[in-house]
């Protein structure tokens, strides 16, 4: 056998693909002692679920108290199955789980999708890149004639996330080792950051949200604030907004036009 | 070129657990290992705290998914990732492990056993050489814990080590646990191993506990060092002198104290067993 087809038949068994009793086993294996070749095979296949499941765990404080123990094992185990490690930071094996919760979802708790989200959010923004802060100022500081025209760069330490149901309530109860709530259906929107190196979490109205989501897409400034437009004020909603998300440190530039 | 073994003296590895209090205070040992893969992510606080350290303690970087035995090509997203990182950091050791981990760009975050044959040792000579190419240094490969053997191998794995790093002219990181759990689970003899490792490719050890599940030993890092491992590594001091020590500590990690305390026993270890002949030497 080439090293490629050992190591081929070496995958495919620590990954439960292949049969322990698969008849080339003791044909490329060798054991000593009292241990049979498939038990030492079978320790790298313990190890290969236990590690995954377990950075999973890490990752999804709150989808574990919420599923308990074991039904997270049998969860973390049918994701290993389908979404098998593709990056080399064993910590990002989870960034597929909440859409892999969308897919198969429990009827019981369609919201934990929701959650498996935001705890992704709140995993992910903890690693980003840091960002310098951008005065509020500045964007006053631009000629009205080409504010409309300016862009906003968003800090690499925000997401906002569209939801169908409140998660951050059951994310809340959870978090305090309270029982959950049944699910609360409904869209909503939640903004998640960092501030030094501590996460935080909010909920937005729809509008707010859909006017980050296009400052984080590079939209103009005209165009972030459209999505205020059917406010009862749109103007001064948009200025309070944007002054929020200056003060909450979320714009590490503005960039006027033709800059 | 010969392998420059440096001074660094006792260190642990730098875990989540530890992290307030190396943010807040000194660092308690000579040198620390960073497990590379755990530090790469472009900001946060892992990352802003290995700096803090390194303005004051040298740093290891201990890579676990290089994957330097795998058949995939070697991935240029973690290369990037590891050259930013020895960038940022300057270390002044980068590791990783004789192994494979990943098959068709699926990584099984695990440290893989190589069948020891001369098509092997072609391949990850090649591929170290590479790596050290890229980095514009040498780099130590550590000798993993290992569970089966492979019928078609023809050399021992201490063969294939020693080869390799004349092929390649890379380092050894020898990890004495894992010599004897491997030697304990395959059946040979750990002295032969150490005796047929080039001292001068020796760069660093490791020391680390196992666990006793029976019918094997797995390297599970969760306790402190075995006895027979203290006199194993007395054994590999005869042989290769001071080398830099770390202890690894990755389960059930106590508190730092305990940690430190491990690493200071080791020193005193070296120092009982290196005693004689440093004042033959003066």
Known sequence: MTLGETQALFHELVTGEADPDDERLERVFRGSGELATYERIGIYRGMYRARLVDALRETFPNLVRFLRDDHFTDLGEAYLRRHPSEHHDIGRFGRRLAAFLLRHPDPARPDLADLAALEWARNEVFFAAESAAAAPETLAALPPESAGAARLEMAPSLRVLSLAHDALALWRRLEGGEPPFPPIPGPSAAAVWRRGFEVFHCSLPLHEAAGLKAALRGASLAEVCSHFANRPDPSAEAHGALAGWFAEHWVARVRAPGC | ?282
């Not at chain 2, 392998?3 to 000194?26: D, M, P, Q, S, V």
């Not at chain 2, 990182?85 to 980068?94: C, D, K, N, Q």
């Open chain 2, 1 to 282: 070129m010969a392998l420059r073994r440096l001074e660094l003296g006792h260190g642990i590895g730098l875990r989540t657990k530890h992290f307030a209090r190396f943010e807040a205070e000194a660092s308690p040992v000579e040198w620390v290992e960073a497990v590379a893969e755990n530090f790469m992510a472009e900001g946060g606080r892992p990352i802003a705290l290995l700096e803090k350290v390194r303005r004051d303690t040298p740093v290891a970087i201990h890579g676990v998914s290089l994957s330097i035995g795998g058949s995939d090509p070697l991935s240029d997203v973690y290369l990037r990732d590891l050259r930013r990182l020895v960038s940022r950091i300057e270390p002044a050791l980068v590791t990783d492990h004789l192994c494979w981990g990943t098959y068709r760009r699926k990584y099984v975050h695990d440290l893989l056993p190589l069948p020891y044959t001369e098509e092997s040792l072609a391949h990850v000579a090649g591929r170290v050489s590479a790596v050290q190419d890229l980095l514009g240094r040498q780099i130590l490969l550590e000798n993993p814990s290992t569970y089966v053997a492979f019928q078609e191998s023809t050399l021992t794995e201490w063969e294939f080590l020693a080869e390799l790093s004349q092929r390649a002219d890379c380092g050894i990181l020898l990890d004495v646990n894992n010599v004897y759990v491997s030697a304990h689970n395959l059946g040979f003899d750990p002295l032969a191993y150490l005796d047929g490792i080039p001292p001068d490719r020796v760069g660093q050890f490791h020391l680390a506990g196992h666990s006793n599940k029976g019918r094997y030993l797995l390297d599970s890092h969760d306790g402190p060092v075995a006895p027979p491992v203290w006199n194993l590594y007395r054994e590999a001091l005869r042989r290769f002198g001071r080398v830099p020590t770390l202890v690894e500590w990755d389960e059930r990690i106590p508190p730092l104290e305990a940690v430190v305390a491990e690493s200071r026993l080791a020193a005193a270890v070296e120092a009982d067993e290196l005693a004689p002949a440093l004042r033959e030497a003066s």
